[in-house]
């Protein structure tokens, strides 16, 4: 069985929201592995907008387990919060189908004081994060003080543990000029959120093995983008997460094996959230109106997205890092109009030539990209169904992606709408 991996091949924010709900209909399991909510999901099904920040896209749809692997960090007051605007919505959420590793780690308030006291002290070196605790999470979960779900189950580890944590956090408020935690308060209020979380609480590995057994298709579903990655992405402008796709394997507790497909999901033009090098960002009309078009605000902040052309440097190196098979090809249509476009081809730096992003943060501070043009199309391709909808300069464009990046498209979308899809190759199929 051919299990599905869905990595955002850019800097998060291509569109996986949509091709993971295509792809969780066919799938039985669905889990997330990575990130927590610091991710936004919009899923447009029939008449319904549902907004997913930490939950897996598949629990909109009944029958689906939904899981929620040790390699996210999750905010318990956030997760029962979605549930509850999801139930506002009609979905309903229960131990029947949704599952949380029981050794994930916690983001508490404290992480968020944290995240947002950093940022406010760096000033213009500031990362641009989304504010909810991500990075001083994982560093706790490294740093082998965090409090994970199960640790709720027995209040004489909690106790030991937040003496661990608070005896770190504390000295590093005290730096940042912040009062200590009131220890009292935090513990009160995980000892009350305990009896709700614990009964989600599961080995998720064992469960994952078995649905293997059981020949369950599994979708893994990633969140933010392959540049965002901890290792491979623009450090230290960055999330703190491995977004590719080796973590959907250490995110859930199954082997390496298990992975059957990676789709790469990948905008044909490039936006950024947040600071951070961007050799092909736009400061002119023509990003602007890819901004515009491609209603380019980030769902979870609602910042506004920096847009440039699309980047095949920065794909095809994704890809290779994240051994992608195929992508997914999203937002086609917002490049409807334009007379002439750009493809980034390679870098200039210091007049040497190169086929990769260097590491090196003074090398990436001086890329030139070396563009070639393509000729735009006027029709719209908008909705479009068949590759015989699309106008012949689009498919060009399309092609041209394919080869530079040298990955094929298995997908191509061309709207929110769940069936304004192209299919190529089915990720699923054996
Ligand atoms: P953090 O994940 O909140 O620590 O933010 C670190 C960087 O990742 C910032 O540049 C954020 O804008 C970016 N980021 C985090 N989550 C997402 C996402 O889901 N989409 C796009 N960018 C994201």
Redesign the pocket.
Known sequence: MANVVVV?AQ???EGKGKIVDWLSERADVIARFQ?GH???HTLVIGETVFKLSLLPSGIVRPGKLAVIGNGVVLDPWALFSEIDRLAGQGVAISTENLMIAENTPLILPLHQDL?KLREDAAGKAK??????G??PAYEDKVGRRTIRVADLADEETLDSRLDRLLAHHDALRKGLGASPIDRADLKARLMEIAPQLLPYAQPVWKIMGDARKAGKRILFEG???SL?DIDFGTYP????STTTSGAAASGTGVGPGAIGFVLGIVKAYTT?????PFPTELDDADGQRLGERGHEF????G?KRRCGWFDAVLVRQTCAISGVNGIALTKLDVLDGFETLKICTGYEIDGVTYDYLPTAAALQAKVTPIYEEMEGWQESTAGARSWAELPAAAIKYVRRVEELIQCPVAMLSTSPERDDTILVTDPFAD
């Open positions: 955002g800097w998060g924010d990130g610091n991710a936004g995240d990362i641009g994060t989304t504010g909810r991500i990075g969140a933010q983008g965002l402008y960055v999330t703190s950024r959230v947040g600071e951070g980030g769902t979870v902040t910042r």
